[in-house]
């Protein structure tokens, strides 16, 4: 892309930042909404305007196109890092939450690593263009998916349907539910659902402590991004497909960090029959033995990437350190 359009590194890069950008305001709108409009229709028009917003760079005669379709690709896209934890939260219960959520979490580190090893495939051997073409194949055929397989989860929303048709068949005004006895106007509802985001980040600090770690592991790996390139065909030489793979051990330490989930679960079970005060009685606490075992292994991982990146030492070594990264 550079070359065509006649752009350094460091800008094309701006596109790579619009993008994460866009990740990180859409979920402050899209969020809240389904609460309020349900899952489904969020998820629907969320990736509709993905897919839409992913011709745009497909197509691009400039870097500034590229810079703000980005932007709105990750406004609409960020929409699945919010919505799908809720989709989890409406389908499993708070016991069995510990595993789905295992999963939701590790897509947003996995799903951006891997990019960067099928994107290596098709640039060696295909236009640049190629890389957003087949996003929008995979986008059209995943937006197929979600209207004929992905049924409303949110059950506020399920239980205003179910009146719905059940005054329709019985002609009973009386069935009503309890969404819908709610005085305030729409206007009031999403104003209240679009403040609480914010009211959440500023009144309870271990939910503002946990999303400035988030915020600071996911700009960590978008800094990979950049550096593996550097790193990996600049002082180990290799080509555009193999400094791609380069991102595997990455996605290895993330995908052996999530099947120690039951591990985690037997050890939480452990402290809830072991709480002094009330046996079975759960504590947030109790779902921190994971974190504290990342938060030791993150800067580990990270010290032993940089320590590690030099010609005379062998390229594996370094993606090791990154597989400790992904794993933390």
């Known amino acids: ?45 969320a990736w509709s305007m993905f897919l839409i917003w992913t011709i745009p760079s497909a197509v691009a005669k400039n870097v500034q196109t590229i810079i703000v379709s980005r932007y709105f690709n990750g406004f609409t896209g960020g929409t699945f890092l919010s919505v799908a934890g809720g989709t989890a939260g409406d389908v499993f219960s708070r016991n069995q939450i510990q595993a789905p959520m295992a999963l939701v979490s590790s897509v947003p580190f996995i799903g951006p690593s891997l990019g960067p090893v099928l994107g290596g495939f098709i ?61 305030k106007t729409w206007k009031q509802i999403i104003i209240v659902s679009l403040l609480r985001p914010f009211q959440l980040l500023f009144l309870e600090p271990m939910c503002l402590c946990l999303d400035i770690y988030s915020a600071i592991l996911l700009g960590i790996l978008y800094l990979f991004f950049g550096t593996f390139p550097m790193v990996f065909r600049t002082t180990y030489d290799m080509n555009l497909w193999q400094g791609g793979l380069t991102f595997v051990g990455i996605i290895v330490g993330m995908m052996i960090a999530a099947a120690t989930t039951p591990l985690w679960s037997n050890i939480r079970e452990r402290l809830l029959n072991n709480n002094k005060k009330e046996p079975g009685r759960s504590e947030p606490e109790y779902r921190l033995p994971p974190a504290i075992v990342g938060g030791i292994l993150i800067p580990v991982g990270l010290f032993w990437f940089g320590w590690t990146t030099y010609s005379r030492i062998h390229w594996i070594v370094p993606i090791i350190g990154s597989a400790v990264f992904g794993g933390g």
């Open 1 to 45: 892309m550079d070359p065509e359009f006649q752009t350094s590194t460091l800008i094309s890069t701006v596109g790579l930042s619009s993008f994460v950008l866009g990740i990180g305001t859409g979920p402050l709108l899209t969020g809240p909404l389904s609460e309020h409009y349900g899952r489904r229709p969020i998820y629907l028009v």
């Open 123 to 183: 640039n060696s051997h295909l236009d640049w263009r190629w890389t957003y073409y087949i996003m929008i194949i995979w986008s059209a055929v995943l937006l197929v998916c979600m209207i004929f397989f992905a049924p409303e989860t949110y059950h506020p929303i399920i239980l205003r349907a179910k009146a719905k048709a059940l005054r329709q068949e019985t002609g009973n005004d009386r069935y009503r539910a309890p969404m819908e006895n709610n005085t």
